[in-house]
């Protein structure tokens, strides 16, 4: 499975390199900008397989052994950078706000940025057009809270305990696509980070997700196994 799912999209990276490379002082800097973009996006869909399979495989604590100081406001902008394409299409506006001065997280920026990324791309697909999806990071005592709101279908009370299982899918998804693994990697991932994950909600007004990370912390916390 890991072969069948890497090796397309090496196949194109690997491509894409060595198209930049030929048009390296031909092409002008906007489109260089472009392939740059796209050359990051493929590394980015690389990551989130790597991530998907150690996660089914319950090895994503090896995730650890890459953990070093990690600014909050980089994977925010960067995971708002990775969804923006989407919501654009459906016309949904993304409020950003993230508190000056922040203490960096002892983590893996590239998990954390896909973490986030599944929360604001269920939070755009579930959302109606035309509304808006609000993300903050923001300290306090000691810990990092990242939030994420929608103002989409919401989620019933009865399903929120249900919904960082592994193939879960509520019965509001209705026909949108998806395994129901994005919550389920999303919770082992934060969970790796020594994190929690929350969501509440209510049916028509939309959810809110928080995640929250302590701050710092030492290189031998990091790779201690639970």
């Not at 973009?37 to 869909?45: A, G, T």
């Not at 089914?56 to 994977?75: A, H, K, Q, Y």
């Not at 960067?78 to 299409?89: F, G, L, M």
């Not at 592994?166 to 919770?187: H, K």
């Amino acid at each position: 499975v890991s072969h069948e799912l890497r090796s397309p999209l090496a196949a194109v990276q690997q491509n894409l390199i060595r198209l930049m490379q030929e048009l390296s002082g031909r092409a002008s800097e906007e489109q260089m900008a472009r392939l740059e973009r796209m050359k990051q996006r493929i590394s980015d869909l690389l990551q989130m397989i790597h991530t998907w399979l150690r996660a089914i495989s319950s090895d994503i604590g090896s995730i650890r052994e890459n953990f070093r100081p990690t600014l909050v406001s980089t994977v925010v902008s960067r995971a708002v950078e990775n969804v923006h394409p989407y919501a654009v299409r459906k016309d949904i506006e993304i409020d950003v706000s993230v508190g000056e001065s922040l203490e960096p997280v002892r983590g893996d920026e590239g998990t954390l940025v896909e973490a986030l990324v599944n929360l604001l791309s269920n939070a755009i697909r579930y959302s109606r057009s035309g509304s808006r999806v609000q993300v903050s990071a923001e300290q306090e005592s000691g810990q990092i809270r990242i939030a994420v709101r929608d103002q989409g279908i919401g989620i019933a009370e009865d399903e929120l305990p249900y919904i960082f299982g592994n193939f879960y899918r509520g019965r509001g998804t209705g026909d949108e696509a998806g395994a129901g693994l994005g919550l389920a990697i999303t919770r082992r991932i934060i969970e790796a980070h020594r994190g929690t994950i929350t969501a509440t909600s209510k049916l028509g007004e939309g959810s809110t997700f928080v995640i929250t990370l302590p701050v710092g912390g030492s290189e031998t916390e990091t790779h201690h196994t639970p």
